[in-house]
C-alpha cells in the first residue's frame, strides 16, 4: 500500500470511527479528541496537537467541514483551503490517528459519538465553553486545556500574505 493510501485510511467517517473507538477501549487504550478548522497548517498546529497526543494513545481530530467552516463566519475567503486538502494535510502528520470531518457548527454531536477519555482544546477556552465538556466529564472523563504558541494563527498568515 502507497503511502498515500496510508494517509487516506485515516480518515474516517463518524460510523467508521465509532467501531475503531469501541475496539480501541476494548484494548484498553486512551481516546483523545479535538477539534478545528486547520486551514493553513503551522507551527501552533503543530505543537497543539503533538501535545494534544501526548494525553493519551489515539488522536482522533474533528475538522470542520468547509459548509461548518461557513457557519463560523470567519470571512468570505475561508476556508483557504478545502476540506480534503485539509484533511490530507491533517492526516500525514505522524502523531494524528484519525480525522472525521464533520459538518455542524460544534463537535458536539461527533463527540458523543466518539466518547473520548479526554477532550482537548486551546487555553483559550474556559472548560465550560468547550463543545462536549459536559458529555466527557458526565462519563468520568477529563477537560484539558493546552496553552497555545503565541503569534500563530491562520488568520494572521492571511493577513501577512495580503499585506495587512
Do not use: W
Amino acid at each position: 500500500m502507497s503511502t498515500t493510501e496510508n494517509i487516506r485510511k485515516k480518515i474516517k467517517t463518524r460510523e467508521e470511527i465509532q467501531f475503531v473507538v469501541q475496539r480501541a477501549h476494548f484494548f484498553g487504550k486512551k481516546i483523545v479528541f479535538t477539534n478545528g478548522v486547520f486551514d493553513l497548517m503551522h507551527l501552533g498546529h503543530v505543537d497543539y496537537l503533538s501535545k494534544a497526543k501526548d494525553c493519551g494513545d489515539i488522536l482522533i481530530v474533528g475538522m470542520n467541514s468547509d459548509a461548518s467552516v461557513k457557519m463560523l463566519n470567519k470571512g468570505d475567503s475561508r476556508p483557504l483551503q478545502d476540506q480534503n486538502s485539509r484533511s490530507m494535510v491533517l492526516a500525514s502528520l505522524s502523531f494524528v490517528n484519525f480525522v472525521v470531518i464533520f459538518d455542524e457548527e460544534t463537535p458536539y454531536d461527533l463527540i458523543k459519538a466518539v466518547q473520548p477519555d479526554v477532550l482537548v482544546k486551546g487555553a483559550d477556552y474556559k472548560v465550560e465553553q468547550i463543545a462536549g465538556h459536559d458529555i466527557v466529564l458526565a462519563r468520568g472523563g477529563e477537560v484539558k486545556l493546552i496553552e497555545l504558541v503565541s503569534g500563530y494563527s491562520t488568520t494572521a498568515i492571511e493577513k501577512k500574505i495580503l499585506g495587512k
